[in-house]
């Protein structure tokens, strides 16, 4: 069975920063590419990053390039998201997503960043 | 990137069916056969249901359906039943690995 585990959400104060971190299991991770969408609270989905399954292609919606970094580890079967300079319309769920066949096929349970003084 | 166009809500009888549009532009839906839809419950992650615009992930009843035409795709479901009360986005992949939600709709089924 496919997991994807994310970790790292919370509150934090406007201009700060934050690392989220997904876990996959149940496949080969390094085999996929991977993706992070955001849910802000009451609204819509939004795609956020990806990353090829060998790092070889990455890129961002215009509302965080520049200030988010994706990346991943194929050996420990992670994908993270470091996020810089955060706004208050960056608070949202955070989903780490498996991408397959130009879709996004599994998604995890979602991590909770929360932005605010 | 523009969100893709949905309806707020939409509603149907217990058997009826159902059709969701999804409106982008030539720029991503129009030009890629690569639309899909996703169902979410309240509280729970989104679940693939047709990608590839018409293609359904094992497990997905064949109840639903997809389907495109010019900048306008389409998430049919037939035979509603209760638990299709939920949420559903489309999307669309907009080209040098970037994609595209629509604002999503809120189906009830009455």
Avoid: H
């Avoid at chain 1, 397959?100 to 995890?108: E, K, L, R, T």
């Avoid at chain 2, 419950?41 to 094992?58: D, N």
């Amino acid at each position: 069975e496919v997991q994807l585990v994310e970790s790292g959400g919370g509150l934090v104060r406007p201009g700060g920063s934050l690392r989220l971190s997904c876990t996959g299991s149940g496949f080969i991770f390094s085999e996929y590419s991977m993706n992070w969408v955001r849910q802000a609270p009451g609204k819509g989905l939004e795609w956020v990053s990806y990353v090829g399954f060998d790092f070889s292609l990455i890129d961002y919606a215009d509302s965080v390039r520049g200030r988010f970094t994706i990346f991943r580890d194929n050996a420990q079967s992670s994908l993270y998201l470091q996020m810089n300079s955060l706004t208050d319309e960056d608070t949202a769920v955070y989903y780490c997503v498996r991408g397959n066949d130009w879709a996004f096929d599994n998604w995890g349970q979602g991590s909770l960043v929360t932005v605010s003084s | 990137q523009s969100a893709l166009a949905q309806p707020a809500s939409v509603s149907g009888s217990r058997g009826q069916s159902i059709t969701i549009s999804c409106t982008g532009t030539s720029s991503d839906l129009g030009s890629y056969n690569r639309v899909s839809w996703y169902q979410q419950q309240p509280g729970k992650a989104p679940r693939l249901m047709i990608f590839e615009v018409t293609k359904r992930p094992s497990g997905v009843s064949n109840r639903f359906s997809g389907s495109k035409s010019g900048n306008t795709a389409s998430l049919t479901i037939s035979g509603l039943q209760a638990e299709d009360e939920a949420d559903y986005f489309c999307c669309s992949y907009a080209g040098s690995r970037t994609w595209v939600f629509g604002g999503g709709t809120k189906l009830t089924v009455l």
